[in-house]
Structures are given as C-alpha cells and as structure tokens.
C-alpha cells in the first residue's frame, strides 16, 4: 500500500486532472469496457510470468490503448505493440504465431519483459521503471547507459514519462480498487 502522503497527492492529482482515459477496474465507460474485455487475460498471463497484472493492463493500454490490431509507426503490433524483430524471435520461444491475438501478443510482451529484467538484474537494476525504460527504449540503450555509470536522469524524458505513467497509473488502479473507486475520485489518470 502507498504511505498516506502519496495516497493524498494521487486523490488531489486525480480531482484537478482530466482523467478520461485510463482504464479502472470496474470502469463501464467504452474504453473501461475494452480494457475490462481483457483483465483475465493480463491477470493469467501476469500471474504465469510472475509479473504485476496492473502493470501488464496498463502497459497495453499505454501501448495500442487496448487495440489488438494497431500497428505503430514502427511497426509495431498489437496490443503490446510488440517490433517485428521482437515478434520474431520470441514467438517460438513461447509457442504462438499470431501477433495480434490478444494472448499470443501479450504472452509475447511478458515474456521479453522477463528476459529484459533478467538482463539488468545481473547487473543490479532490477527496478520496474528501467524494465519498461528498456522495453520502450531498447534493450541496448538502456544497458549501455546503466554501464556507463549513467543515471534515470540520462535516459530521455519521454522514456521516463512512460516508465513512470505506466506506474503511477497502476498503482492508482490497485489504491482505486481498495478504497472502492466511484465517479468522482478514480484511479484514471493521463498526461
């Protein structure tokens, strides 16, 4: 649970913020409806890879906005808007073919999450944030800055901006669901 101070911050953040956006568990909204179609799914494959369900759901949702069909300026796929490279090379590790099957893409997007926290744990930064710095930014940049001796501070400010939303929204999804989220005070929350 969030100490009380942060608890406080995220409720006044929450009541002076256009939070129209971000999906909440229990949100019957169109786009509360989208991410809810897909909560099992994020809860079972979370659970399957020992990752954090709310991170997993607002992941995709920052990613596609829960699209299993888009496709990225990179091309990127699906609902965690995995690369082609990406796609490539870890669908046969995980035994799926289709990269905008709702399961099959995010299978795919957690288990190279697995694999980028492996990579940085053995190098002593298993924090969440440079998790999904690395997913974001690659691999390869976030690696050789961390061993270069460089700081959070050196990575983009748009890669931070995402590492950091993804969190905060997550967190302020699982203090909604305890406090009993209604409509004036919920755990949506946007840039």
Known sequence: MMPPTLIFWVIERLRHSDHSDRFVPGDYTTKGRLAMAYEELF??????????????AEQAYRESRCDPLAVGAASDMGLMQVLPTT????????GVFDPFDPESNVRVGAAYQVWIRE?????????????????????????????????????????????????????????????????????????
């Open 119 to 191: 990579q940085l744990v053995k190098i002593g930064r298993p924090e969440y944030y440079w998790v999904l710095a690395a997913y974001n930014w690659g691999i390869g940049n976030v690696l050789r800055l961390l061993k270069s001796g460089g700081t959070w501070g050196q990575v983009p400010k748009e890669r931070q901006d995402y590492a950091n939303d993804i969190i905060l929204a997550a967190e302020i999804n699982v203090l909604a669901a305890e406090l009993g989220a209604d409509s004036e005070v919920d755990a949506r929350v946007t840039r």
């Open 43 to 56: 809860k079972k494959i979370a659970a399957e890879y020992g990752l954090d369900w709310h991170l997993l």
């Open 87 to 94: 796609w490539d090379e870890w669908a046969p590790k995980v």
